[in-house]
C-alpha cells in the first residue's frame, strides 16, 4: 500500500540498498487480537521467525514468552530483561554446550523427543522443566515439521519411562501441526493426542500440568482457528484442570507488518519458451537487490508471495517476467510471474513479507543486507504499561523501550514515509 515511491530522484538515483519498512502497530493490534480469541493460551514469540529488536521488545512489553531454539536467541531475548522463566528452549535436539548456558542462566523450560536428549540434559541440566513434543497429524499445513521433530505416540510411553528412571520433572507436552495451517481441526487432532499422552504419563508418575500447542498461526485467519482451539481446550483440558497452555506464534505477529522494497539494478531479454501460439517468446530477466541468499531463502515458507511494482502513474502491460537475485550463483533466482515491464531503478515491493526473512540474510558475495525502517503512532509509542491493567481484556499499555538504536530507526522511518508519501492507497 504504497504511492509515489518511484516518482522520488533520492530513491531512483542514488538508493538501490533494498529496505522493510516495519509497522509496530500492527504488532500491537496483532496482539490484542491473540489475547482476544485466546485469552487461555499465553504466546511464547518465535524468535527464529523475526528475531529484530524492537519486535522483541514490543512484544516483551506487552508481556509475551520467547520460543527460543540456540544459545544465541536465549541471549539476545534476554539482553533486552526478559526474564528465564519467559522463555522457552523449544529446540527438541540441543548441543550439550548450549544446555548448559540454558541451565546457567536459568532457562529451565525445554522440550525433547529422544532418549539420547534426555541423557544430555541429565548431564547439563537436570533440574530443566521438560515437556514432550509428540509428533501429530500436520497433513492441514503446508510445510511438515513431524518428520523431523516429535515422537511418534508409540515411543511416548518408553521416553516417559526413561524420564522417569533418571530422576528428570516433565513438566508437560508439547507439538506443532506445522506451518500455515489451514484447518483448525489439527489442533483439536493434536490435543486430544496430548490429553492421551498427559494420561500415560500420570500412570507411570508424573504430573503434568502444562500444554504447549506450538506454531503454525498463519497471519490472517485467526478467528476461524481460535474457535476450534478452545472448543478443544474446553473439552480434554478445562479451565479448572490446572493445566497452563502455552503457544509458539511467529509469523502470526510479524507477517504483515514488514514490506520489503527491491531495487531493479539490472534487467536483460531473453528467449523463453513459448507461451502463446507456436513460436518463441521474449522473457525479460529483472535482476533485484536481494534473493535467495537473503529474505527469499524459504521460499516455501511464502506460497501466496507475489510482488507488486511501484509505476509513475502510467500503464504498462503485463508480461512474462523472471526475478533474479543479486549473486554469482546461477540457481539465486526468486520467481517466474506475469507483471508490467520494468526500467533499471524501478522498485517492486513485497508485502505481508516480515516471517522468515529478516534473520535469513548472509555475506555471500558481500552485497548489503536490507535496512530495517520502523513506523509507529505516537499513540502506541507513548503510552505506558499500568501495573493493573488486565492484558486479556485489551486494556495492556505497554512501555516501549526501544533504546536509541531503534528509536533512531524510527526517527528515519518519518522520512521514509514522507518518501514513499502514502502507505494508505493501493498501488
Known sequence: RWRGLSE?????????????????????????????????????YA?????????????????????????????????????PDKIIYAHTTKPQSHIRYACAQGVDMMTFDNK?????????????KLLLRIAVDDSKSQVKLSTKFGATLGTVGSLLKRAHELDLDVKGVSFHVGSLCTDSVAYRWAIEEAHHVFEQARLI??????????????????????KGINEALDEFFPADSGVRVIAEPGRYFVDSAFTLALNVFARKKVWSLPINGNGLDTMIMYYVTDGLHGAFGINKLHPDM???????????????????????????????????ELNIGDWILVDNFGAYTIPLPTDFNGFEKPTIYLVVTPQIWKIKRSPKASVARGSCRPSLD?????????????ATLRTCKSLQTSA
Open 402 to 414: 526501544f533504546g536509541e538504536e531503534d528509536s533512531a530507526c524510527v526517527h528515519k522511518a518519518k
Open 306 to 340: 507475489k510482488p507488486f511494482v511501484l509505476l509513475s502513474g502510467e500503464h504498462r502491460a503485463q508480461i512474462p517476467v523472471c526475478y533474479l537475485g543479486p549473486t554469482c550463483d546461477s540457481a539465486d533466482r526468486i520467481m517466474d510471474v506475469w507483471m508490467p
Open 205 to 226: 508418575g508424573f504430573h503434568l500440568d502444562l500444554l504447549d500447542i506450538g506454531g503454525g498461526f498463519s497471519g490472517h485467519g485467526l478467528e476461524m482457528m481460535s
Open 47 to 83: 524468535v527464529k521467525c523475526n528475531n529484530n529488536l524492537a519486535v522483541l521488545r514490543t512484544l516483551s512489553a506487552l508481556g509475551t514468552g520467547f520460543d527460543c531454539a540456540s544459545k544465541r536467541e536465549i541471549e539476545m531475548v534476554m539482553s533486552i530483561g526478559v526474564t
Open 116 to 128: 539420547e536428549e534426555l541423557l544430555k540434559i541429565t548431564r547439563g541440566h537436570p533440574n530443566a
Open 8 to 44: 522520488n530522484k533520492f530513491c531512483i538515483c542514488t538508493h538501490e540498498v533494498p529496505f522493510y519498512v516495519g509497522n509496530l502497530d500492527s504488532v500491537f493490534e496483532k496482539h490484542q487480537k491473540w489475547q482476544t480469541l485466546l485469552p487461555r493460551v499465553t504466546p511464547f
